[in-house]
């Protein structure tokens, strides 16, 4: 009997042809929904592989009715939805997908940049409202990025690839990590900060951080009031990094200028946010990754791991080694 392989959301013909070709292969079908929970369970308690997202709890819940399971690929670089030592207790191979997002999480992570600070979906709103009727000095003015303060808190390689566009836009570059990354130093001129120098120095504090026991809460209230008044917040990891709330409230009190947002405590986030109707703040529906190219990537690198598994080699990207 061939392997039975679960992917939790809708995704492309190839992928499943691939798939197909030696795997028993079922996939939940609606587009813009997540699987059920009790669906996802029950797929769980029969299958050999689970092609997973983030959103996918993969707890010990999960795990602990999954007797035959022997591989998670999970289509991310990050695996906070995963309970590793849960896993690793029941012999279940975990999987990522670091490298073949690198560029394009960079990519979005400077953009959210450049449109907080420029105004632009605010601006674009402006336009498609019909509220341009003349050119004047001051109309929708931002701030700018270049020569600015970038402060990266969570140099790995997609705080890395950032460093390399602020460097392109003459930013002096900041960064505090858990480690000194000698290379951004060398290479980008990158100098090493403590979080609170940081948050005092940048112009522009971009979190990149890995979501984790140590990052988890990170950012309270006290630490949006050690930042400049002009200073703007980018968060494109993950959302329970900062406290919502003091965000909020730093927000409102003018604490910090903007910030630029791609993830949230609870995504999706709901309507009635008040982030939504902030119009100092760029929301996004957790895009970092999405391109073409990458997201095809990153689901073929679940295919290899999938297939190593059951190839007994071992998987290229797998995190509970
Ligand atoms: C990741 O890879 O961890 C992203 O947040 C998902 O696109």
């Known amino acids: 009997m061939k392997p039975f392989v679960y992917v939790t959301r809708k995704v492309p013909d190839d992928i499943v042809s691939r798939l197909s070709a030696s795997y028993h292969v079922e ?3 609606e587009e813009d929904k997540a699987v059920p929970r009790d669906i996802l ?25 999954a007797s035959q399971l022997k591989v998670v690929a999970n289509m991310a670089v990050g695996f906070d939805n995963i309970d590793l ?10 999987c990522n997908t670091p490298d073949v997002l690198t560029d394009t999480t960079a990519d979005l992570t400077f953009a959210l940049l ?10 674009s709103e402006f336009v498609k409202e019909g509220k341009w009727t003349s050119w004047a000095p ?24 950032v460093a390399k566009r602020a460097a392109g836009f003459d930013m002096e570059i900041l960064y505090h990590n858990r480690k000194r990354h000698e290379v951004a130093e060398e290479m980008l001129g990158a100098q090493y900060r403590s979080f609170d120098e940081l948050l005092q120095e940048a ?15 990170l950012f309270q209230r006290e630490h949006f009031q050690k930042m400049k008044k002009e200073a703007m917040f980018i968060n494109a990891s993950r959302g329970p990094i900062i406290n919502e709330q003091a965000l909020i409230d730093a927000l409102e009190a003018g604490d910090i200028a903007a910030a630029g947002l791609d993830v949230f405590d609870k995504e999706p986030i709901s309507a009635d946010h008040p982030f939504l109707s902030m119009k100092n703040v760029v929301a996004l529906p957790h895009i970092g990754s999405a391109s073409k190219e990458t ?9 290899d791991n999938i297939e190593a598994v059951f190839d007994d080699r071992p998987p290229k990207t797998l995190v509970n080694k």
């Not at 030592?85 to 975990?94: F, K, L, M, N, T």
């Open 41 to 65: 369970l029950q797929k769980a308690a029969s299958a050999d592989a689970l092609l997973t997202v983030i959103s996918d709890a993969v707890n010990d819940e999960l795990l602990s009715h």
């Open 138 to 161: 001051m109309m929708l003015v931002g701030t700018d990025v270049h020569h600015k303060k970038i402060g990266i808190v969570g140099m790995g390689k997609i705080g890395t690839a």
């Open 27 to 29: 996939t939940w079908t």
């Open 114 to 123: 450049l449109a907080t600070a420029r105004r632009m979906t605010e601006a």
């Open 85 to 94: 030592e849960s896993a690793s207790r029941h012999g279940v191979a975990i």
């Open 203 to 217: 112009d522009f504090v971009v979190c990149l951080a890995p979501l984790n026991d140590g990052t988890r809460g």
């Open 295 to 303: 997201r095809m990537a990153m689901m073929m690198t679940c295919c």
